[in-house]
């Protein structure tokens, strides 16, 4: 009776499986791991290591060498084009010789002797002007002074 009621209820409270899944949520490693990150960090880090290797072989050769320049002093390199240069140089010279020669048999175009005259002639009519200065005799008036 009552008591087989109540063993077959406790089996079925057993067997019970629940309405609201209240696991933990299922764990994706690709979510944390961040493999390209450590990837990228990895290669980083083999090129700072090799950068350093370098630098230390250098500095090793560096120490071990017995000067701070012993090798012979370099031959000052050829230029290629020096006899190029050198032409055109001498070609630019003539040109130049060339062009003073002419200005220097050339007659000048404007006499220098005029210009002196003009100028004490001018020069001794400001004196006048300054000593009598000009004023005339009745004075129009212009455009802007009769309101036009």
Same mark, same amino acid.
């Given at each position: 009776?009552? =008591?087989a009621e109540? =063993?077959q209820? #406790?089996?079925r409270?057993?067997?019970i499986?629940?309405?609201?899944?209240?696991?933990?949520?299922?764990?994706?490693?690709?979510l944390?791991?961040?493999? /390209?990150k450590?990837?990228?960090?990895e290669?980083?880090?083999?090129?700072?290591? #090799?950068?350093?290797?370098? $630098?230390?072989k250098r @500095?090793?050769?560096?120490m071990?060498?017995?000067?701070?320049?012993?090798?012979?002093p370099?031959? /000052?390199?050829?230029?290629?084009? /020096?006899?190029l240069?050198k032409?055109?140089?001498?070609?630019?010279?003539r040109? =130049?010789?060339? $062009?003073?020669?002419? $200005?220097q048999e050339?007659?000048?175009?404007?006499?220098?002797l005029?210009?002196?005259?003009d100028?004490?002639?001018?020069?001794? @009519?400001?004196?006048?002007?300054?000593r009598?200065?000009?004023k005339?005799?009745?004075?129009?008036p212009t455009r802007?002074q009769?309101? @036009?």
């Amino acid at each position: 009776g009552i =008591n087989a009621e109540y =063993n077959q209820h #406790r089996q079925r409270l057993a067997n019970i499986k629940p309405a609201v899944d209240n696991k933990a949520p299922p764990v994706y490693p690709h979510l944390y791991q961040k493999l /390209k990150k450590a990837q990228l960090e990895e290669e980083r880090c083999t090129e700072i290591e #090799r950068d350093n290797r370098t $630098l230390v072989k250098r @500095m090793n050769d560096i120490m071990h060498r017995t000067g701070i320049d012993n090798s012979e002093p370099h031959e /000052k390199a050829a230029s290629l084009n /020096k006899e190029l240069r050198k032409e055109e140089l001498s070609r630019i010279t003539r040109e =130049n010789h060339a $062009l003073l020669k002419r $200005l220097q048999e050339r007659q000048p175009t404007y006499n220098h002797l005029q210009w002196e005259q003009d100028r004490e002639r001018n020069e001794e @009519m400001c004196d006048r002007l300054c000593r009598h200065p000009y004023k005339p005799a009745n004075k129009s008036p212009t455009r802007t002074q009769q309101g @036009m």
